[in-house]
Structure formats: C-alpha cells, structure tokens
C-alpha cells in the first residue's frame, strides 16, 4: 500500500473526536419488550373493559371479572406475539455498518471496526469493500456501485477530491481519503434517521375508533335511558351499574383488533408459501384499500444489469467487426459492467477477436479505453468511449443523428473506432440498457385491472424514463423532480428524499400508497408508504424497512398480496357487519327489555359468556372462502352502521318473539333469561352466514373452519342450556325448537338482505 497525503489521526485524536461525533453507526432506539406488551392495554377498547373490570372486582362479581380479564389478557398476547415478528429495520440499519475499515492511526495502517471511524481518519478501499464512512479520495481512482443509495443504475467514476457515499460498493480499483461524515450525519444515515421518522398512521385504527364512536353515543344514551329510570324507581345502584357496565362492554367490538389480527396472521403464513414475507401484518389490510403503487425502476422492474440492447455499424462498416473492436477494448479482469456486458454479446455472436498486446482501462479524463493489436504488419488500436469523443479521433465521422435516436430509447451509447495509430476508422455505436424484467409489463397490466395505479419514480433522465414506461404499458405525463405534486405516471430524476415525499404527497391528497424498491434509498418511502415492498434483491435496510419483502425473482407477489388483502377486507366485512348487528341487537334488546318488562331479559353473566360464544366462531371468518373484490376496498363506516341498523332491527323482532314465546310457554324469569341468551347465540350465528355472502347466503360455501365452530358453538350452548349450568335448565324439545325457528327466520331475512348489503361491495 503506497503513501498517501492524508496522514490520518492520532489515537488519542480519534479518541477525543469519538467523544464529540459519536460512533460511526445508527443510534438504537428500543423499547423493552414488557413495556411493548402493555402497550396493548393502553388504547379506548381496552379501557373500558379494565374499567368494567375494576368496577366487578369491587363489587364482588368473580365470574363476570374472570371473563373479561380472560379477553383482555387473550387480546394482548395475540396482539404482541404477531407484532413482534416486525419492526426490525433500525437494528438492521446498525447491522450494515458493522465492517471493518482500514484506517492510518499513529502513522501506521490497521483494520478497525468501521464503527469507530470519526472525521479526520485517513481510509483506503479496494476492490469489493463497502464504503464504511463518506469519504473524500485524496488519490487513486475507483468505480463505485452506488445504486443501493442514489438509484443510479450505473456505477460512476471516483478520483481525487469526488466524494464516495457509506455503504455504496467499489466494483474497481482502489483509493485513499479522508473521513468526511459518519454515522446520522453521512449519506447514509440521513436516509435511516428518514427511516425512523417514517411510518402511515394505520387505518386498521381509525376504523375501531370510527366504529367504536357510533356504538358508544347509542349505548351513552341507552345507559343513561336506564340509569334515569333506575334512578326514578329507586333501584339499588349496586345492582343496576354492573348490569350498565356489562352493556357497555356488550356494545364495544372487543375481539375486533384480535380479530384482524387473526385474519392477517393466518393470511400472512399463506403468502409466505408464495414467496411473500409479511413484516407488518396491517399491510395486508392495506393492500386491499392500495389505490397507488410508486415502483422504483432500477432493480424492480429492471433487472439491474447491464446489456447490448443496440449494435448500430455505420454506413460500409461490419456489424462483426464494430462487436469485436469493442470487445476488444473491454476487459474482464476491471469487473466493469459496461465491459462485462459488450464481452458477453461479443461471446453470444460468436465474435474473434484479435491477439491484444495492450490494454488501457477507461479513463474518466479522456473518456475511453484502448487497446493495441497487430494488424498487417503494424499496430493497430481499437477505442471504445463516450461518441463524441471517439468521433472527433476519427475523420468524416457521422454520429450525432444516431446517438440521439440510440438515447432516446433509454440506451446508455458508446462510440467505437479502430486503425492504425493517428489514423482511425469510425465504425459506428452500442447501446447499452438495463433490461426489464420478463414479468413487468403483464404485473403491471394485472394491477391496473385491480384499479391500483402504477407509477414509476426513477433517478434516470426523463427521457429514459419516459421510453421504459412505454414499454411496461405506464400511464400519465413524465415529470422530474420539481412536479412531484402533480399527478403523473413517470417521475424522473427523483432523490432518495423525494421518493419519501412523493408518498407523503400521495398520502395527503388520500391515496393508500404502496412502494416498491431495493436499495437504501427506498427505505424511507418503504416504511412511510402503507404497502412498502422490498424485492428479492433488496438490501437489509429496504427489507426491514419494508411491510412485505418478496423472496423469489419477479414482482407478482405483488400481485398475489393484493389479492389476499382483498379476501382479507371480505371476511374483515363479514365480521364487522355482523358485529355491528349484534351489538344494535344486543345492547337495544337489553335495554328496552329493561325499560319496558322492568327486569333483566339476560344476567350480565350470561352476556359476557354470549361474548365468548360469538367471538369464537366469527373469529373463524379469518379461514372463511371468500372472492377478492375487483376494485381497492375502502371501509365506510357510515354506510356500514346504517345498513347494519336495517338487519339488526329484524333480529331485535326476533329476539323479542323469543322473548314472548318464554312468557307464552308459562318459563319463570331465569327460564326466560336462559331462553333468550339462546335465542342470541343462535341469531348470532346465523347471522354470520347472512351477512358472509352478498348474494343469497347460499350462493358460495363457507370455510370448513367456520362450519365446525358454529356446529361446537351449538353443542356447548346447547349441553350448557339443558344441564343447567351457569343458568337455568330448558327442555331439550324447546332447545331444537328455538334451533328450527331461528333457520326459518334466517331464511327469510335473507330476501331482505340481498339488496341491501350488495352496494357495500360497490367502489
């Protein structure tokens, strides 16, 4: 290793400046993972069920506070378990800087952890490192593959005073420099401080709190309806404030949140076997509502690799001969892609090449390469470089009209001439492009039917940019850097920071974004976006910074994930449709019940085990068959409570005739009770089966998992009610009479419900 002008530190030097800069890494930010836990009982829902809990424990009721600490504890565990599979990206950021760097300490060359470079230290890099700090060369000359970072496609060319970027490649060659930035102040970590400052606010949220809304202010007013008269016949308080709080709980969607994530966990093990690794599971959920798809181009639908896309002979000169000139000028040994790529169509045509007696690597200053050879006696040189270089070497040459043409199509162009020496002989141009990848084009086709538009965002020229959306079948005006608020297909010239603001902007005028990337430079719009996809050759830093990351070639797990998160969103529907049903049903038939025979239609203790009855089987919706929608799926909430309002007062008619039939039939009260809690148990599940399908209920099968649930739901509730236990006994006959009634009260429900829930699947 020669001597290089930058002297480098001393150790107490670097020592002090570690002090003052900090490590070369990105700073940890953790959370234990007990506080992470107890989270999951910080949120509205689960407030009111530890209030509820508090309030019975107090009061004395051990049965009623067993089964809600049951349902808190049940939904944390799910909850946390899941998540824990996810948010690893800021660890993996700090894992991409553990390399060793050489470094000049003392006068002396060592290899230290590259975490303890700081400012001021003296590096060299060769041939295969990864570029531990940001740098200034002071000597030697490098190619640098920093596609990882900037989205170039191609490596570029470092020499003295040029900056290189952490964590970017040297693909040739190697150099010395000086420590310019490390850590969150270099190229690098900028983009993983944008990491940790990303993240969509999840919709998943916003939908629980929306529903929750509405079926508070309706129980607020049925609590204080109850609490006024209660109040007015002088009731004792004791008696009547667990019996309100039980009809709040009643009326809260508790299992929903365990709910979804059920239905994404299960969905997620599913895309796994198709290549899709899920890290966050509200992006299934997002998938199905994905209106917008940002696609980085290089390495996502290209293939990130070079090759001869045009060989353009000028007027009397050879195809051949231009090919093997080139190839000629190309070596193996400098790893050069550009190189690589003419040596490779070179050897596919079958192209000779002359004995080489020298060979000068591509020079930025002159802006070629050369090689000697032996032609008739004397030497002969073949160039190979940018053509007006090459062009002005040779006389009459015609070039300017075809590199135009070749650059327009996307095409990186080479000039190539050979000849004796001072005298050579324009032979005409090579193209050189980034292929698309073979599935592109269709993907992209198959999304646009799902009605998610695709848009590509590009480091390339817009000119490049435009020619590649052509092919791939991309809509919309091409724009650069400066239009990012303006609504296009292509958008050019883009920086990392922009790729995450682009998002922001889609986000804000309220598109559902999904990103798709490889590198570094994505990481940040990968997290930001709601569907971040990291592709199978994606660093460590995209994938962790990604919702799904696809491990095999191609795109169409992209493909594959949206239609998921469409089945998703149906059986989610299905849920919360019948949710919202039985909690208007429930909390009504409690409550007037209360108000008008001025007793208590069910115990509170039952209501908490019809909970446990209903969530069980609608949990099983997450297995349930169900058809992707053909349009993104966007969750209105209003339409949602109001067509639930017309379904839910035909089950309260029916609730009440159950209720009428008790009182017909001579039952004491707690007989009733028990009836009645029947009565909801056997709606509940039927109305699972009336809302899971659109159409008629008999219009598609349902999962094997729900039919067992609903068929055990019945034979525990049913075992339960004739035994005796935790209520009063009813005759067996009575049971399955209740059974018949309730699938001839389904059946024609079912006439009324078709019209009325078809338009929930309407975009």
């Not at 407030?47 to 051990?62: N, R, Y």
């Not at 986000?507 to 994505?522: A, E, F, L, R, S």
């Given at each position: 290793?020669?001597?290089?002008?930058?002297?480098?530190?001393?150790?107490?030097?670097?020592?002090?400046?570690?002090?003052?800069?900090?490590?070369?890494?990105?700073?940890?930010?953790?959370?234990?993972?007990?506080?992470?836990?107890?989270?999951?009982?910080?949120?509205?829902?689960?407030?009111?069920?530890?209030?509820?809990?508090?309030?019975?424990?107090?009061?004395?009721?051990?049965?009623?506070?067993?089964?809600?600490?049951?349902?808190?504890?049940?939904n944390g565990i799910l909850g946390f378990s899941q998540e824990q599979r996810a948010q690893k990206a800021l660890e993996l950021l700090r894992e991409r800087l553990?390399?060793?760097?050489?470094?000049?300490?003392?006068?002396?060359?060592?290899?230290?952890?590259?975490?303890?470079?700081?400012?001021?230290?003296?590096?060299?890099?060769?041939?295969?490192?990864?570029?531990?700090?940001?740098?200034?060369?002071?000597?030697?000359?490098?190619?640098?593959?920093?596609?990882?970072?900037?989205?170039?496609?191609?490596?570029?060319?470092?020499?003295?005073?040029?900056?290189?970027?952490?964590?970017?490649?040297?693909?040739?060659?190697?150099?010395?420099?000086?420590?310019?930035?490390?850590?969150?102040?270099?190229?690098?970590?900028?983009?993983?401080?944008?990491?940790?400052?990303?993240?969509?606010?999840?919709?998943?949220?916003?939908?629980?709190?929306?529903?929750?809304?509405?079926?508070?202010?309706?129980?607020?007013?049925?609590?204080?309806?109850?609490?006024?008269?209660?109040?007015?016949?002088?009731?004792?308080?004791?008696?009547?404030?667990?019996?309100?709080?039980?009809?709040?709980?009643?009326?809260?969607?508790?299992?929903?949140?365990?709910?979804?994530?059920?239905?994404?966990?299960?969905?997620?093990?599913?895309?796994?076997?198709?290549?899709?690794?899920?890290?966050?599971?509200?992006?299934?959920?997002?998938?199905?509502?994905?209106?917008?798809?940002?696609?980085?181009?290089?390495?996502?639908?290209?293939?990130?690799?070079?090759?001869?896309?045009?060989?353009?002979?000028?007027?009397?000169?050879?195809?051949?001969?231009?090919?093997?000139?080139?190839?000629?000028?190309?070596?193996?040994?400098?790893?050069?892609?550009?190189?690589?790529?003419?040596?490779?169509?070179?050897?596919?045509?079958?192209?000779?090449?002359?004995?080489?007696?020298?060979?000068?690597?591509?020079?930025?200053?002159?802006?070629?390469?050369?090689?000697?050879?032996?032609?008739?006696?004397?030497?002969?040189?073949?160039?190979?470089?940018?053509?007006?270089?090459?062009?002005?070497?040779?006389?009459?040459?015609?070039?300017?009209?075809?590199?135009?043409?070749?650059?327009?199509?996307?095409?990186?162009?080479?000039?190539?001439?050979?000849?004796?020496?001072?005298?050579?002989?324009?032979?005409?141009?090579?193209?050189?492009?980034?292929?698309?990848?073979?599935?592109?084009?269709?993907?992209?086709?198959?999304?646009?039917?799902?009605?998610?538009?695709?848009?590509?965002v590009t480091g390339d020229s817009p000119a490049t940019a435009a020619h590649v959306a052509k092919e791939l079948g991309i809509s919309g005006k091409a724009c650069?850097?400066?239009?990012?608020?303006?609504?296009?297909?292509?958008?050019?010239?883009?920086?990392?920071?922009?790729?995450?603001?682009?998002?922001?902007?889609?986000?804000?005028?309220?598109?559902?974004?999904?990103?798709?990337?490889?590198?570094?430079?994505?990481?940040?719009?990968?997290?930001?976006?709601?569907?971040?996809?990291?592709?199978?050759?994606?660093?460590?830093?995209?994938?962790?910074?990604?919702?799904?990351?696809?491990?095999?070639?191609?795109?169409?797990?992209?493909?594959?994930?949206?239609?998921?998160?469409?089945?998703?969103?149906?059986?989610?529907?299905?849920?919360?449709?019948?949710?919202?049903?039985?909690?208007?049903?429930?909390?009504?038939?409690?409550?007037?019940?209360?108000?008008?025979?001025?007793?208590?239609?069910?115990?509170?203790?039952?209501?908490?085990?019809?909970?446990?009855?209903?969530?069980?089987?609608?949990?099983?919706?997450?297995?349930?068959?169900?058809?992707?929608?053909?349009?993104?799926?966007?969750?209105?909430?209003?339409?949602?409570?109001?067509?639930?309002?017309?379904?839910?007062?035909?089950?309260?008619?029916?609730?009440?005739?159950?209720?009428?039939?008790?009182?017909?039939?001579?039952?004491?009260?707690?007989?009733?009770?028990?009836?009645?809690?029947?009565?909801?148990?056997?709606?509940?599940?039927?109305?699972?089966?009336?809302?899971?399908?659109?159409?008629?209920?008999?219009?598609?099968?349902?999962?094997?998992?729900?039919?067992?649930?609903?068929?055990?739901?019945?034979?525990?509730?049913?075992?339960?009610?004739?035994?005796?236990?935790?209520?009063?006994?009813?005759?067996?006959?009575?049971?399955?009479?209740?059974?018949?009634?309730?699938?001839?009260?389904?059946?024609?429900?079912?006439?009324?419900?078709?019209?009325?829930?078809?338009?929930?699947?309407?975009?």
């Open positions: 290793m020669s001597e290089s002008p930058c002297t480098g530190l001393s150790s107490a030097e670097a020592a002090a400046r570690l002090q003052q800069y900090g490590p070369n890494a990105v700073r940890e930010e953790a959370s234990h993972p007990l506080l992470l836990f107890l989270r999951k009982f910080w949120a509205p829902v689960p407030w009111m069920l530890e209030l509820t809990l508090v309030l019975e424990l107090v009061l004395a009721k051990w049965p009623e506070a067993i089964i809600i600490a049951a349902l808190l504890i049940f553990r390399i060793e760097a050489r470094v000049r300490r003392d006068g002396k060359w060592r290899s230290i952890s590259a975490t303890e470079l700081v400012p001021g230290d003296c590096v060299h890099v060769r041939l295969g490192d990864i570029v531990p700090a940001d740098i200034q060369l002071t000597e030697g000359q490098i190619l640098v593959d920093q596609s990882a970072l900037t989205g170039e496609s191609l490596p570029v060319d470092r020499k003295a005073q040029d900056t290189v970027y952490s964590a970017s490649t040297v693909r040739r060659g190697e150099a010395t420099g000086t420590v310019t930035a490390t850590g969150a102040k270099s190229y690098f970590g900028k983009t993983a401080e944008l990491v940790r400052g990303a993240g969509a606010k999840s919709h998943l949220e916003i939908l629980v709190l929306a529903i929750v809304r509405y079926l508070v202010i309706m129980d607020g007013l049925l609590v204080a309806a109850i609490l006024a008269y209660a109040t007015w016949m002088q009731m004792p308080l004791a008696e009547i404030l667990p019996f309100a709080l039980i009809l709040l709980v009643a009326s809260v969607p508790v299992a929903l949140p365990a709910t979804f994530t059920l239905a994404t966990a299960v969905a997620s093990l599913r895309l796994a076997h198709h290549g899709v690794l899920v890290t966050r599971l509200a992006a299934i959920e997002e998938a199905a509502a994905m209106s917008d798809l940002c696609s980085d181009k290089t390495g996502t639908l290209t293939q990130n690799r070079l090759q001869v896309s045009a060989v353009q002979a000028a007027s009397g000169q050879q195809r051949q001969e231009l090919l093997a000139m080139a190839a000629l000028a190309s070596d193996e040994a400098t790893q050069d892609p550009i190189d690589l790529a003419i040596l490779g169509a070179a050897q596919a045509e079958g192209v000779a090449t002359p004995d080489r007696q020298d060979f000068i690597p591509f020079d930025p200053s002159s802006k070629r390469s050369e090689a000697v050879f032996q032609k008739d006696g004397s030497a002969w040189r073949a160039l190979k470089g940018a053509p007006q270089v090459i062009a002005a070497l040779c006389q009459g040459a015609d070039w300017e009209k075809e590199t135009e043409e070749l650059a327009s199509t996307g095409a990186r162009v080479l000039g190539v001439a050979a000849g004796p020496d001072g005298a050579p002989r324009w032979l005409g141009l090579i193209g050189l492009a980034d292929p698309l990848r073979e599935d592109a084009a269709d993907l992209i086709a198959k999304l646009q039917n799902f009605g998610v538009r695709v848009r590509m650069d850097r400066k239009s990012l608020r303006e609504d296009c297909g292509v958008y050019a010239g883009v920086f990392p920071e922009d790729k995450f603001h682009l998002v922001q902007s889609l986000q804000k005028q309220g598109h559902i974004v999904g990103m798709t990337g490889d590198g570094v430079n994505d990481a940040p719009a990968l997290k930001q976006a709601e569907m971040g996809v990291a592709v199978e050759s994606a660093t460590d830093v995209a994938k962790a910074a990604a919702s799904l990351v696809l491990t095999q070639a191609g795109l169409r797990g992209i493909l594959t994930a949206v239609e998921t998160g469409r089945r998703v969103y149906q059986r989610m529907l299905t849920y919360t449709l019948n949710k919202i049903v039985k909690v208007f049903q429930v909390a009504l038939f409690l409550s007037l019940g209360f108000l008008v025979f001025h007793d208590f239609v069910v115990t509170p203790l039952l209501v908490l085990l019809l909970l446990f009855a209903n969530d069980f089987v609608t949990m099983s919706l997450a297995d349930d068959h169900v058809r992707p929608s053909p349009r993104p799926d966007r969750w209105d909430v209003r339409s949602l409570v109001w067509s639930s309002l017309v379904v839910a007062g035909a089950w309260l008619v029916y609730i009440f005739l159950v209720y009428g039939a008790g009182i017909l039939l001579h039952l004491p009260l707690p007989a009733r009770q028990s009836l009645d809690f029947l009565g909801l148990v056997f709606s509940g599940l039927a109305n699972v089966f009336l809302v899971r399908e659109r159409g008629h209920l008999w219009a598609s099968l349902p999962g094997r998992f729900l039919l067992w649930a609903s068929l055990a739901d019945i034979v525990v509730v049913s075992v339960l009610a004739s035994q005796g236990w935790l209520m009063t006994a009813l005759p067996v006959p009575i049971i399955l009479a209740l059974l018949a009634a309730t699938v001839l009260f389904t059946l024609l429900l079912d006439q009324i419900k078709v019209p009325l829930l078809r338009r929930l699947n309407r975009a």
